[in-house]
């Protein structure tokens, strides 16, 4: 399909390990985003990974990527309640002269005290 | 360091009237992309600029219109608004395309169309 899919909802304790997961729809992507939302705010940058890694750790934050299942994972250790946002990863897609970035539907993280 | 910047934060329109909504960015950046975010669908492209008098479709361009006169100005219309135009509109820009040229986002429009 055209969409890229993650799940809506996610709740942990703080201190716990959060797990945000992705499937995106392009083999052919050369790099993936993680962006991250606060409350009424625009999107920021968080990380990114590119296709022929398999793992890309920073800090607290770890990407894994399955190239084969097309699925991307978000990795937040020690979670705190600083990180609860809406997480949403991105695919960048060839349309033209311009690479569109496409985002997925977005992870509501809620980290519980 | 001024950024992007949207206006206005929030508008309350009526079915069938015309709205602009409004993004400038200080970076002189090149590219630069509207989207609309709802709940269950994430963001959505509408339009994207390359360039100055370069704009293209994104994926739900119906019903909007975009120009781009000045680099640092990405206006998007609504002609005759609707009710499915109920939404949160984000402007980005990017200077260059690439892993290591992220969007840089606005803090947003709340468009509520009665």
């Known amino acids: 399909g055209e969409d890229v899919e993650q799940s809506l909802f996610l709740s942990v304790r703080e201190g716990d390990s959060s797990v945000i997961n992705c499937t995106y729809t392009d083999s052919s992507s050369t790099y993936l985003y993680w962006y991250k939302q606060e409350p009424g705010a625009g999107l920021q940058l968080l990380t990114y990974?590119?296709?022929?890694?398999d793992m890309k750790q920073d800090q607290r934050l770890t990407v894994l990527l399955n190239k084969k299942d097309k699925h991307l994972s978000l990795r937040i250790a020690d979670t705190q309640t600083g990180d609860s946002a809406i997480y949403f990863c991105?695919?960048?897609?060839?349309?033209?002269?311009?690479?569109?970035?496409?985002f997925g539907t977005g992870t509501l993280l809620a980290v519980q005290p | 360091d001024a950024g992007i910047t949207q206006s206005p934060r929030y508008k309350i329109t009526e079915t069938g009237r015309q709205v602009t909504l409004m993004c400038h960015q200080t970076?002189?950046?090149?590219?630069m992309f509207w989207y609309r975010q709802d709940l269950g669908h994430g963001l959505r492209l509408i339009y994207y600029s390359a360039a100055a008098d370069i704009t293209d479709k994104g994926e739900v361009p119906d019903g909007y219109v975009v120009s781009r006169s000045k680099t640092e100005n990405f206006p998007l219309t609504l002609e005759s608004a609707t009710r499915s135009q109920t939404s949160v509109y984000f402007c980005a820009s990017s200077n260059a395309q690439g892993y290591n040229s992220p969007l840089h986002f606005g803090n947003g429009t709340r468009l509520t169309v009665t």
């Open positions: 990974i590119f296709s022929n890694m």
């Open positions: 991105a695919e960048p897609r060839s349309g033209g002269a311009t690479n569109k970035l496409i």
């Open positions: 970076w002189s950046h090149s590219y």
